[in-house]
């Protein structure tokens, strides 16, 4: 039993170290993440809303990315959420992406905005993403264990889009 426990402890830190040492990123991750912050700013505001959204989605697991609490994914969100740019898009591919942790995502970036102000009035917004996360269903981790599943999260995010739509 002590040897079955060993192995399967020794694998799994073969798979860690094994994970953390490659990067799957997308070489425009890996290159916009060898820039300084301020760098990476003005780079990814450069970019089309189409391909912002890309380096969002891609460049969350460049290791060369994140700093010591933050994420490129989490910035990057922030720097999509500094105008209302993006918004059409986002509710666009909102609606039509089946993978509920990219609607999180979006969700996250629309939550942003309208945290910022830049959705005053724009109570479409809210109207979207409520029926979106209507038919979100919480994963079988959570299922089997609870916890806080992304549709707790983005019930959460819900909740600030309305108040701050209005």
């Known amino acids: 039993m002590k040897i079955l426990g060993l192995s399967l402890f020794c694998l799994l830190v073969l ?10 990123a997308s070489p425009e991750c890996q290159q916009l993440c060898s820039l300084s912050r301020e760098q990476q700013y003005q780079k990814f505001k450069s970019f089309s809303v189409e391909q912002q959204f890309k380096l969002y989605i891609d460049c969350t697991k460049e290791k060369a990315c994140k700093a010591e609490s933050e994420s490129p994914h989490d910035y990057y969100a922030q ?15 909102l609606q039509t992406e089946s993978d509920q942790s990219v609607q999180l995502d979006i969700i996250y970036v629309l939550r942003c905005m309208a945290v910022n102000g830049h959705l005053r009035g724009e109570h479409h917004v809210a109207d979207v993403v409520t029926r979106v996360t209507g038919h979100m269903k ?19 995010f819900v909740k600030e889009i309305e108040a701050n739509t209005r």
């Open 79 to 93: 720097y999509m959420a500094a105008d209302n740019r993006a918004a059409p898009f986002l509710l666009e591919r």
């Open 15 to 24: 798979l860690l170290g094994y994970s953390s040492c490659h990067s799957n």
């Open 138 to 156: 919480a994963g079988l981790m959570y299922r089997l264990f609870g916890g806080y599943s992304n549709v707790d999260h983005a019930k959460g």
